[in-house]
Structure formats: structure tokens, C-alpha cells
């Protein structure tokens, strides 16, 4: 069982941002499971208006559709997969005209009533798009302790796919 550690998490972000700023690259996120935490994590360090360009909390699947993510790509993928969590990337991306976009999607520790079709427990899948391409990553997280856990541990995950 992988264990994550949130002073780890938080020092990784302060040098992601820091390594933004120096490269002169703008990020921007499009969240759902992480409701806002990349973008928290990536504006705790000092200058990173520099490169936060904004950022979308979509929880529900009817905002990701109102800021750019196609309803077919939700009805036929579900909003929990590699083709939304792309699709959330990209949206954002255009949006903010970014370097790097961040989409993420998932389930915590309990079922999404909304979609509980497609609701698995601690699977999370998320994106990072570029202008040379997205690429999706699918994450199957062990039970956390708490929300703020889980939405930590995604962040990790992303984090170690951004570098």
C-alpha cells in the first residue's frame, strides 16, 4: 500500500511552480475529484500568478460540458475515464491558451450516486494535455483516511507524470 505524505506533496508542487516560473510556461486545471486542490497546491507558492492562468472545478458532469468537454465523449466513456479526464485537459488548455492543461476525474472512497454506473471506489483517471498531444493516465488508489487525502495522493500521482 503506497502511503503518501503531505509536507512531500506540497514541497513537490512548490518546485513544479517554481520550475514554471523559471521556464516560463502557464498551467492551467480542469477538476472534478480534486475539486480545485492542483490549482491550491500550485498557487501556494509565491509568483505563481505568473503561471496559474485560471482553473475550473467542475464537480458535476453539466459544468465540464459548460467549459468545453463534449456530452459525447461523457455519454459514450463515462465522466470517469481516460477520455473525459483528455477531454477536460484539452478544454482547459484552449480556454486559458496554456502551455500545460490538468484534467482529473475520479471516485474517492465511496460511489458517486450521480454516476453510480460508472463509480469505482479509489480509481482516477486524469490528463495532461500539450500542444504536442494529451497524454491519460488511469490510477487505482488504496483506501485513504481521509478527502483531503485522497485529493493529495491524486495530486501526487499527477505530479509524478508531469515531471
Not at 1 to 5: C, G, R
Not at 86 to 98: F, G, I, N, P, T
Given at each position: ?5 503531505e ?59 459548460l ?38 476525474t ?58
Open positions: 500500500m503506497e502511503t503518501y505524505n509536507a512531500e506533496i506540497r514541497a513537490h508542487y512548490r518546485a513544479l511552480t517554481k520550475k514554471l516560473i523559471a521556464e516560463k510556461k502557464t498551467i492551467t486545471t480542469m477538476e472534478s475529484l480534486t475539486s480545485g486542490q492542483i490549482a491550491s497546491l500550485i498557487t501556494d507558492t509565491e509568483g505563481a500568478s505568473a503561471v496559474l492562468k485560471g482553473a475550473f472545478v467542475t464537480y458535476s458532469n453539466e459544468a465540464k460540458i467549459q468545453g468537454v463534449p456530452a459525447e465523449i461523457i455519454e459514450k466513456y463515462s465522466v470517469y475515464s481516460e477520455e473525459t479526464a483528455a477531454a477536460m485537459a484539452d478544454a482547459c488548455r484552449r480556454v486559458y491558451d496554456a502551455d500545460y492543461g490538468i484534467g482529473v475520479g471516485t474517492t472512497g465511496n460511489v458517486d450516486p450521480a454516476n453510480a454506473e460508472a463509480s469505482v471506489p479509489g480509481k482516477v483517471f486524469f490528463a495532461i494535455s500539450t500542444s504536442k498531444g494529451t497524454s491519460a493516465h488511469t490510477v487505482c488508489l488504496d483506501p485513504q483516511p481521509s478527502r483531503i487525502m485522497y485529493k493529495l495522493a491524486v495530486a501526487e500521482e499527477i505530479y509524478k507524470a508531469f515531471k
